[in-house]
Structure formats: C-alpha cells, structure tokens
C-alpha cells in the first residue's frame, strides 16, 4: 500500500488490497492445478520455457495453523542454471503426496528438467519427499541434505555420551569426517561399536543405524561435489522460513487452508519474480474467470 501510494500516487486499502491477492492467488492456483491434470491425464511432458545446464529440486514441509489446527504446507523448490546464470521457482501447497510430487514435477519440467544434463534431488529424507523422487524423479541424483544428517549424528552423540560432552562432540566431529567422505559402511561400524546400556541411548543407537540404512544410496558427497551439486538443501528452507512462515505465523494470525494458499501463490510469483509475466498472461482472462465463477455461485443458489 505504501510503494503504490508513494511511487504511483494511488490509495488501495487493505481489504481491497487482500481481496485483490486473493482472487489472483486463486485463479493461478486453479490454472496450475489444470496444468497439472491435463499433463498426467494426457501424458505430456510440459514443455521448458528456458534451456539449462543443471537442474536441482528441492522439497520440505512447516507447519501453519490453519481452520482451526496444525496442517502442513508441502514446499517445493526448483533451481535450474544456464550460462551460470540461474533461476529459483518455488511453490507452496496444502495438498497431499501425490498431487503435490505431480505439481512439483511439472513445475521442474517448465524449468528444463527433463533436458538438463545434470540433474539433482536434495532433500531431509523425509518418507513422503523421498516417496516423491522415487516416482517423479527417477534419474536425477538422490542426496540427502549433508545438515540433516549432522544434525542426527549429533543427537546420537548427545544420547550416548551426554550433551555437549567433549566425548559427544569429538564423537560427532569424527562421524561427520567419516560420512563426508562417503563411507556409510565404517560409520555404520563406528555406530555399532556403541556402548548402549539404557534404553534411550539404545533407542538412539538404533534410529542412527535405521537412519543410514535407509539413505546410504543417497551420501556420496565426495561424487556430488565433483558433479557440482549441492549437498544442502537450504534453497528450500529458506523459503519455509521466508515465503511461508514469515507471512503465515505471524502473532494473532488466523488463517484458512484455501486463503493461505492464495496469498502464498502469489508470494511465490513475486519472490521467483515471475509476477509481471503471468499478469501480463492472465489479467484479461482473470475477468472472464470472475463472471463464469459468479455465474456459477448464481446457478447454484437458484
């Protein structure tokens, strides 16, 4: 309200202001949702609106408190880089694994994907996030984010030694040495060695052991690093905290599913700066999109 009152001398008020995101936000979200079927229903690849060299998808999850109680909003990110030039598109959705790897898939596809020449998936290891690269993005390179599993040798070590113990830290520091040098199996040694006499610090032990089973096809770091592909996945952290929870848990907010993700449409078009062109593409259609929807509402009360 200030920029426009300032710059372009012209007064909106909040409410107007809202309703006009929120109206925007809703028919991207239904344009991209019909995107999304007609790709699978049709099983066509969306064509790329740029070329690049490399191509890297990212994917988390934050809670918001929405209609009531906690519900997750699913995170996407997707960074392509051409002529060392790159391109960052995000999106956040309230929808449920499978339509949410369908959106993310076609929303890397739009970002060259399917033409890149390398191609990665960084990632927690999160059951649903790695349910969705194993069926949308069977050929680009599984990593789990280095930090995540810092994080989890860390809390191990806390357990079994005690926190911030120098036992608990030199213990720690040795593993990540280990594991960033990709050698799962001696970790997964060095981990059995444990002494684990309680059941918390065997319950410890054996989430730690479970935890590199489960991705030790996704810890090469030396490989990925050689490819030149990140092995964080703060790209799409960043936007959890920026694009979403800045905007959403904010003090005394009280939202609805359907509006957050209205508003967080739109915060994704202008983060990723693609807000000028897709109003350019779709102003005039959004007119027609109102009247059909109030002819709709009409019909229905009638």
């Not at 008020?13 to 995107?35: C, I, M, N, P, Y």
């Not at 309230?94 to 949410?100: A, R, T």
């Not at 052991?209 to 090469?220: A, F, P, Q, S």
């Amino acid at each position: 309200m200030a920029h426009l009152r300032r710059h372009h001398a012209i007064g909106v008020s909040k409410d107007l202001l809202e309703k006009l995101a929120r109206t925007v936000g809703q028919f991207w979200l239904e344009r991209d949702d019909e995107l999304t079927r007609c790709s699978l229903t049709d099983k066509i690849i969306p064509l790329a609106e740029m070329d690049c060299d490399s191509c890297c998808v990212f994917a988390d999850g934050t809670m918001v408190h929405t209609d009531g109680d906690w519900h997750e909003v699913r995170v996407g990110t997707v960074c392509s880089t051409a002529a060392k030039r790159k391109r960052k598109s995000s999106m956040a959705r309230f929808l449920d694994v499978e339509h949410f790897g369908a959106e993310l898939w076609r929303k890397a596809c739009q970002h060259g994907y399917q033409e890149a020449s390398l191609r990665g998936f960084i990632s927690d290891g999160s059951h649903w996030i790695r349910a969705i690269a194993e069926m949308h993005f069977p050929k680009a390179v599984h990593i789990l984010d280095w930090y995540h599993l810092a994080e989890n040798l860390s809390k191990c070590a806390n357990e079994v030694f005690g926190e911030g113990t120098k036992e608990s830290q030199q213990w720690a520091g040795r593993m990540r040495k280990i594991m960033k040098r990709g050698k799962v199996d001696r970790a997964l040694k060095e981990v059995e060695r444990l002494a684990a006499r309680s059941k918390n610090k065997r319950k410890a032990k054996h989430q730690l052991i479970t935890y590199l089973n489960n991705n030790r096809d996704r810890v090469d770091y030396p490989r990925y690093r050689q490819l030149g592909l990140p092995i964080g996945s703060g790209e799409v952290e960043a936007d959890c905290k920026v694009l979403v929870q800045a905007r959403c848990k904010q003090s005394g907010m009280r939202w609805s599913e359907r509006g957050a993700e209205q508003i967080l449409r739109v915060r994704c078009a202008l983060r990723d700066a693609s807000f000028d062109r897709l109003w350019d593409r779709t102003r005039e259609s959004i007119a027609v999109w109102q009247k059909r929807r109030l002819q709709e509402r009409r019909d229905m009360a009638a």
